[in-house]
């Protein structure tokens, strides 16, 4: 059970921004870990986004860009492009006993 | 290059045994923590073992008791033992490398995946 808690889908026309969030706790986001965002094509594996919260790995637009605050990210997508339908995960740290790497629901971005 | 190969998936009884491989190429495995991640049919991605770049070795709740990680160094190859498989482990499992020897990194490179499916 997922404890990165996303809206399940957001959908936006060519052009438009997007925004994903990603709520977390007092054990994850808020306790400062970092968090990080991957794309899923569907039927391939994912791919790093964004890194240590709003970094973005070479070669990915600077459409993407992400955020954090207390225990919340967020994802944003500018200049809204068909290539960007995809699933989106955020993950982070957990300090919990039942913790370590954990990823949330995932959110499914339509153009 | 530099990726990661997935192998060893396929079809396996309950309470059935696999040992999934993950080689590595253009980096090493002992550098790195190196993770499984696994993602069920249409659901989300589950975060199933680690290991750091000092042996240490964790698990998820899911799997804990049951599932093995290790790393042959001279194989540059990591590996997912996977005993007593129940249907609900059925997912593609994808290794992953953790951008640091330990800690809370991003994973930075995913392979490809490999099926496994549990069923009578």
């Known amino acids: 059970q997922s404890v990165l808690t996303q809206p399940p889908s957001v959908s936006g026309a060519p052009g438009q921004r997007v925004s994903i969030s990603c709520t977390g706790s007092s054990s994850n986001i808020g306790a400062n870990f970092d968090v990080h965002w991957y794309q899923q094509v569907p039927g391939t594996a994912p791919k790093l986004l964004i890194y240590?919260?709003?970094n973005r790995p070479s070669g990915v637009p600077d459409r993407f860009s992400g955020s954090k605050s207390g225990t919340s990210a967020s994802l944003a997508i500018t200049g809204l492009q068909a290539e960007d339908e995809a699933d989106y995960y955020c993950?982070?740290?957990?300090?919990?006993?039942?913790?370590?790497?954990?990823f949330g629901t995932g959110t499914k971005v339509t153009v | 290059e530099v990726q990661v190969v997935e192998s060893g998936g396929g079809l396996v009884q309950p309470g059935g045994s696999l040992r999934l491989s993950c080689a590595a190429s253009?980096?090493?495995?002992?550098?790195?923590?190196m993770s499984w991640v696994r993602q069920a049919p249409g659901k989300g991605l589950e975060w199933v073992s680690v290991?750091?770049?000092?042996?240490?070795?964790y698990y998820g709740d899911s799997v804990k008791g049951r599932f093995t990680i290790s790393r042959d160094n001279s194989k540059n190859t990591v590996y997912l033992q996977m005993n007593s498989l129940r249907p609900e482990d059925t997912a593609v499992y994808y290794c992953?490398?953790?951008?640091?020897?330990?800690?809370?990194?991003?994973?930075?490179?995913w392979g490809q995946g490999t099926m496994v499916t549990v069923s009578s």
């Open positions: 993950q982070s740290y957990d300090s919990s006993l039942s913790g370590f790497y954990v």
């Open positions: 253009g980096f090493t495995v002992s550098s790195n923590y």
């Open positions: 240590g919260n709003n």
């Open positions: 290991i750091y770049s000092v042996g240490t070795t």
């Open positions: 992953a490398r953790g951008a640091g020897g330990s800690g809370w990194y991003s994973y930075d490179m």
